[in-house]
T-cell receptor, first 111, second 114 residues
Framework: KQEVTQIPAALSVPEGENLVLNCSFT??????LQWFRQDPGKGLTSLLL?????REQTSGRLNASLDKSSGRSTLYIAASQPGDSATYLC??????????FGTGTRLTVIP | KAGVTQTPRYLIKTRGQQVTLSCSPI?????VSWYQQTPGQGLQFLFE???????NKGNFPGRFSGRQFSNSRSEMNVSTLELGDSALYLC?????????????FGEGSWLTVV
């Protein structure tokens, strides 16, 4: 069974700092990987989708990489802002066409 | 373009009752999936519907069921509610399903069972 792990579980950084969130998965037979953010009491907002054949995707200050063979993905956030404070979740999609979510990283950006 | 809409947003039910949650996907999306989110278990996949057919199912008891209508709107039903069913229920839609397509989530329905 696919297992997705995110480290660290929580992270606090001062505003302006660059940071990296990690995601690992046990079964490399994935179709793609998607990063989401979730604000308290809200649904999930899609950030980036990386196809299994891709190595990375970028959107604004966000850059996500994927190393399928090693079962790892990273989300890089440049020049962090207080508005980036949220829980970040990664999810992988397998042949069964359902998402397996990680446990999330709760990010706090301190002004 | 409207996003994924879920109703109701909040509801309180008593143990033993049943509940129906509704989800309207993004226009043109044919895949709708449901997830349960709890502090202890995180996000867990319930089931996925595509063109009115259940295509995939997670590891939940038969009390959890769903359906999809011809306009792609979906409902999920939980019968004989238990305290442990208290959770945020999230609906997600995509054009063809998760493979290769971005998945979009609604704001969720908060269910409290007392």
């Amino acid at each position: 069974k696919q297992e997705v792990t995110q480290i660290p579980a929580a992270l606090s950084v001062p505003e302006g700092e660059n940071l990296v969130l990690n995601c690992s998965f046990t079964d490399s037979a994935i179709y793609n990987l998607q990063w989401f953010r979730q604000d308290p009491g809200k649904g999930l907002t899609s950030l980036l989708l990386i196809q299994s054949s891709q190595r990375e995707q970028t959107s604004g200050r966000l850059n996500a990489s994927l190393d399928k063979s090693s079962g790892r993905s990273t989300l890089y956030i440049a020049a962090s802002q207080p508005g980036d404070s949220a829980t970040y979740l990664c999810a992988v999609i397998t042949g069964a066409n359902n998402l397996f979510f990680g446990t999330g990283t709760r990010l706090t950006v301190i002004p | 373009k409207a996003g994924v809409t879920q109703t109701p947003r909040y509801l309180i039910k008593t143990r033993g009752q049943q509940v129906t949650l509704s989800c309207s996907p993004i226009s043109g999306h044919r895949s709708v999936s449901w997830y349960q989110q709890t502090p202890g278990q995180g996000l867990q996949f319930l089931f996925e519907y595509f063109s009115e057919t259940q295509r995939n199912k997670g590891n939940f008891p038969g009390r959890f069921s769903g359906r999809q209508f011809s306009n792609s709107r979906s409902e999920m039903n939980v019968s004989t509610l238990e305290l442990g069913d208290s959770a945020l229920y999230l609906c997600a839609s995509s054009s063809e399903g998760g493979r290769g397509n971005t998945i979009y989530f609604g704001e969720g329905s908060w269910l409290t069972v007392v």
